[in-house]
């Protein structure tokens, strides 16, 4: 095979920053716990965007604080 066809694959492209959330709230007791997170890119080209974040809510394994 020709030397092209050896070489190894260009990386991936970089996604670029992020935003990072972490969403809290009070349980039962008035203790901070976390409710939801989540992440997104921000774009590299500037300018005003509208991105939605999908939020993901953490399940508790126990019992008192699935009912919370």
Same mark, same amino acid.
């Given at each position: %095979? =020709? %030397?092209?066809a050896?070489?190894? %694959?260009?990386?991936p *492209?970089?996604?670029?920053p #992020?935003? *990072?959330? =972490?969403v ?6 008035? $203790?901070? *716990? ?6 997104? $890119? *921000?774009?590299?080209v500037?300018?005003? $965007?509208?991105?939605t ?6 399940e =508790?394994? =126990?019992?008192? #604080? #699935?009912l919370?």
């Amino acid at each position: %095979p =020709s %030397p092209a066809a050896r070489a190894p %694959p260009d990386p991936p *492209v970089p996604a670029g920053p #992020q935003i *990072v959330l =972490s969403v809290y709230g009070p349980d039962f007791f008035g $203790h901070d *716990v976390v409710r939801g997170y989540g992440a997104v $890119h *921000v774009p590299f080209v500037p300018g005003r $965007h509208k991105r939605t974040i999908a939020m993901f809510v953490p399940e =508790s394994t =126990s019992r008192l #604080q #699935q009912l919370t």
